[in-house]
């Protein structure tokens, strides 16, 4: 039955397994085969993710930080900031253009009032006149101040003028007068619409510009004056709410006694302030006591936790400003100048900014957004989008100081999960899990800030790269080693012979009397003859002391050969701890130096890259000085390299050049006869084929009678562990 599998992009609705510790380990082992640093790989797997064995792939924080990336890149390429001032710009427009209509009737009006050439000689037109010349009069009297409301004021001049005509038909002398009042008072208002059309004429163009010169008008129009006064007070409220975003509620209603409060706390709180920054202690838990009510119902436990907080919404005003044109930059400030001075509160708050910068600096909160959209929003609107903008600046910032060495407790889960949803909330739970995995399985543990392996998360590193090489030697039909002779001794094996005399009585019973029973056609009781008699086979086993000189030098990693090459010492150094406990393998590392490295070392040994050389001659003086504590069994050196060398040992320092000089050569085929002499065997495992390197390892060869293998970082394993394991065993036969 074929089996088939179909891939789909990962969506968020796949479920991830149980996360497996073994698999966690196998994991990471390659970064931390080849960078030596259990932080890196740790950090790397945080970054990247990890793909589980089922083929799903768990997501990381480059993932996390990309969608966070692309949330931000679509809100700048969704709105248009400069929108902020069409909308004020729309708001104040309406108003003007409310005032100007009604100054379109009030002229209109005035200049049918003006005296015409032939005026109406009868009680009607008497009564327009006087009617007229009350409206005007009372339109002059309104504009100095002296008037009350547009309304009233028109119904009250018309019943003065219903007086006035009556007294005109009574008196003709009378009629005179009133025409000259009517043409006063038309003449005036007429004046003063055209002096207030010439001031709305000669408003800025900006809307800043003209929400701060209407100030000091003073609208004919009841509706334009009220939209104005609406639109003063909801700029104050979102100015004051850059500070103070917790006291909307109080800012909505705010009343004199109000404003003289707040004006006061800002007070006090600039005297704490200073008393912090002058080293005295100050007086946090009363100023909470008298203003705690006004910073809503999470108000913050501690001076530093309420400096953050003004500072991070002061920034997000700061940050609209900063990411506006020049131009709109400049009547936006001017702007919030006027609703702070307008409010009382200008010099505290511009000493509350001073002093919050001293204490909590801006800049990690500042921020220029390139806004590229065309969707229009309004200023409360706008702030809102900064604060927005700000967390995802926070979060990133955490993401970023996270992967890169950071701690997965230091990420805002909370926000993460209100930005990104609860798919990146689990994402985080998942990487805090990874962790915690290994450590509950004991592969690593904390000391101090950083993580390190346990020695049974070292064990199942070298366990994980045994079972890889042998794993290919099995593919390859490795694995049954020719067996020349059997012995007389030593270790039992599973084939059995006839017995013999000398042999070790290790007797196979059940072969034995099945061996009898078929002589004698399964009678009872079962004769045994000597000719019946079957034992196991017996191998002796040598004694090996091996040194695995492992090279550090640069050109080892730059090939790609330095992780192949730590993996096979660690699986050696497994095969040897757990098949022959009696054995002993030393590590050497060497560059320009050679040193001894211990196995607990071995995974986190790094290539050596400040330095130059590759140094066998002090390696094979080290190997002889640790192989000398073993007189008897067998003794040899397997050295993993992909270059001549470079480097020799000279009074103590490491002489190098290249190409190789002869004294380097010298030097360590003087070391390779010293081994030779000793009954050291050198099996040399070259990763690369140049022909000073064929020549210099021919050499070896011939002088120590030992092997060289050619060989690729991903063959590196086989060729060693073949190689050892098969001249493990010496099988002798029994006569």
């Not at 006061?264 to 838990?285: C, K, Y």
């Not at 393998?585 to 986190?604: C, H």
């Not at 030992?706 to 065993?729: A, M």
Request: charged share 30%; hydrophobic share 35%.
């Amino acid at each position: 039955m074929t089996l088939r599998y179909r891939y789909s992009e990962w969506d968020g609705t796949q479920e991830i397994p149980p996360l497996d510790a073994d698999e966690v380990l196998a994991g990471l082992t390659d970064d931390l085969m080849n960078f030596g640093d259990l932080q890196h790989a740790l950090r790397n797997m945080m970054q990247r993710g990890m793909r589980m064995p089922s083929g799903d792939r768990m997501r990381g924080l480059r993932d996390l930080l990309q969608r966070l990336r692309q949330q931000r890149r679509q809100a700048l390429d969704r709105f248009d900031l400069s929108s902020v001032f069409e909308d004020l710009q729309h708001q104040i427009d309406e108003v003007i253009d409310l005032e100007r209509d009604t100054l379109e009737e009030r002229g209109d009006e005035a200049d049918r009032q003006r005296p015409r050439p032939a005026a109406p000689d009868s009680g009607d037109a008497a009564d327009n006149a006087n009617a007229a010349s009350a409206d005007a009069g009372d339109d002059i009297r309104r504009d100095s101040g002296e008037a009350a409301a547009a309304a009233g004021s028109r119904g009250d001049a018309s019943e003065r003028g219903r007086r006035g005509s009556q007294q005109s038909r009574q008196s003709s002398g009378g009629q005179s007068s009133a025409g000259g009042e009517k043409a006063a008072l038309a003449e005036m208002l007429h004046n003063i619409v055209e002096r207030k059309r010439r001031f709305l004429d000669g408003l800025p163009d900006d809307a800043p510009g003209r929400v701060r010169d209407l100030q000091n008008y003073e609208f004919m129009n009841p509706e334009a004056r009220e939209k104005y006064q609406q639109l003063l007070e909801s700029l104050k409220q979102q100015m004051l709410n850059t500070f103070f975003r917790d006291f909307s509620q109080m800012i909505e209603s705010m009343s004199s006694e109000d404003t003289d409060r707040m004006r006061q706390m800002v007070r006090d709180l600039n005297q704490m302030l200073q008393d912090r920054m002058a080293g005295r202690e100050p007086e946090f838990d009363a100023f909470m006591d008298e203003y705690g009510d006004l910073f809503g119902d999470d108000p913050p436990r501690t001076l530093d936790e309420l400096v953050e907080q003004l500072q991070r919404q002061a920034a997000m005003m700061q940050n609209l400003l900063d990411s506006l044109p020049g131009d709109m930059r400049r009547q936006l400030q001017d702007l919030v100048g006027d609703r702070m001075a307008e409010a009382g509160l200008d010099d505290e708050l511009g000493e509350l900014a001073s002093n919050l910068e001293a204490l909590y600096p801006m800049r990690e909160l500042r921020n220029q957004y390139p806004f590229r959209g065309d969707e229009e929003f309004d200023l409360q609107a706008a702030m809102n989008l900064m604060g927005d903008m700000q967390e995802m600046d926070e979060l990133e910032r955490q993401l970023e100081r996270t992967q890169y060495g950071g701690d997965l407790g230091d990420i805002d889960a909370e926000r993460l999960e209100e930005l990104l949803g609860d798919e990146a909330r689990d994402t985080l739970d998942q990487l805090q899990a990874l962790l915690k995995s290994l450590e509950d399985a004991g592969y690593i543990r904390k000391k101090g800030t950083v993580w390190e392996l346990t020695p049974r998360g070292n064990r199942k590193i070298g366990q994980k790269a045994l079972a890889e090489i042998y794993a290919n030697l099995k593919r390859q039909n490795f694995g049954k080693h020719n067996v020349a002779e059997v012995g007389r001794a030593g270790e039992r094996v599973d084939d059995i012979k006839q017995y013999e005399f000398g042999d070790p009585f290790h007797l196979d019973l059940k072969q034995t009397i099945m061996n009898a029973i078929y002589r004698d056609e399964a009678s009872v009781p079962v004769t045994l003859h000597p000719d019946d008699f079957q034992v196991y086979r017996t191998e002796t086993l040598t004694q090996t002391a091996t040194v695995l000189m492992l090279d550090l030098s640069w050109s080892m990693a730059l090939r790609g050969s330095f992780q192949a090459a730590k993996k096979v010492a660690l699986a050696l150094n497994n095969l040897i701890r757990l098949r022959y406990p009696r054995d002993s393998l030393y590590l050497v590392g060497f560059s320009a130096y050679a040193r001894e490295l211990k196995a607990e070392e071995l995974p986190y040994v790094r290539w050596d890259e400040t330095v130059l050389g590759t140094n066998m001659h002090h390696a094979l003086i080290i190997a002889q000085r640790l192989l000398a504590r073993h007189k008897i069994g067998t003794r040899q050196v397997i050295m993993i390299s992909d270059g001549e060398p470079t480097a020799h040992l000279e009074r103590g320092r490491s002489c190098f050049a290249y190409p190789p000089s002869p004294i380097t050569i010298r030097e360590t085929l003087k070391e390779v006869k010293h081994c030779t002499r000793k009954d050291i065997v050198i099996n040399i495992f070259m990763l690369d084929r140049n022909y000073y390197l064929k020549e210099f390892v021919g050499q070896v060869a011939r002088i120590n009678r030992g092997r060289v293998f050619y060989t690729t970082p991903d063959q590196l394993g086989e060729y060693i562990l073949v190689d050892f394991v098969s001249n493990k065993r010496k099988s002798l036969r029994t006569a």
